[in-house]
């Protein structure tokens, strides 16, 4: 598919794995008090600043979340990705973000902890190599960076 000829340069897919729909509840000691909602109007607002049009989803779904990446390369969009645990062993989503850079689109990994502090396993991502770039280990902040990251480009 060609990039319609009405893409919005300023579109970003702000996309995250599975259980981040449980922030606030889930190991809040690691990921912070903020529920998806919180992070989702932070996004938008930030966005709003930054005179991007930011649509924040989630899924636990990796099917799904492969889908949004080629919505991604067929809408011309940028993504801010938290692919959480997809990040350390799903090829799938790695081929996807690859195509998403491959297509001259940015793609920022953000992580809220810092993977490469905590358990072995998740010092692996799969994603990072084909990333245009990763922040992690500042909470929701990182989405913000990631969304200053965008907008500069
Ligand atoms: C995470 C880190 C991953 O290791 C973990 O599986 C997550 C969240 C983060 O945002 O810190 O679900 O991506």
């Known amino acids: 598919m060609t990039a319609p000829a009405d893409a919005d340069p300023r579109r970003v897919l702000v996309l995250n794995g599975p259980n981040l729909g449980r922030l606030g509840i889930r190991e809040p000691e690691i990921y912070g008090h903020e529920t998806i909602d919180d992070l989702t109007a932070a996004c938008e607002g930030w966005g709003a600043r930054l005179g991007l049009s930011v649509h924040v989803r ?3 779904d990796e099917a799904r979340l492969v889908g949004w990446l080629h919505e991604a390369v067929d809408t011309r969009s940028a993504v801010v990705l938290n ?4 990040t350390h062993y799903s ?13 001259g689109l940015v793609l920022v990994e953000v992580h809220l902890s810092n993977p490469a502090a905590r358990e072995v396993f998740r010092h692996t991502s799969v994603v990072g190599a084909v990333a245009t770039g990763t922040i992690a280990g500042f909470g929701l902040d990182g989405y913000h960076l990631a969304l200053r990251a965008v907008a500069a480009r």
């Open 83 to 86: 692919p959480a645990a997809f």
């Open 58 to 60: 989630q899924t636990d």
């Open 91 to 103: 090829y799938a989503v790695r081929d996807a973000c690859a195509m998403v850079t491959g297509a």
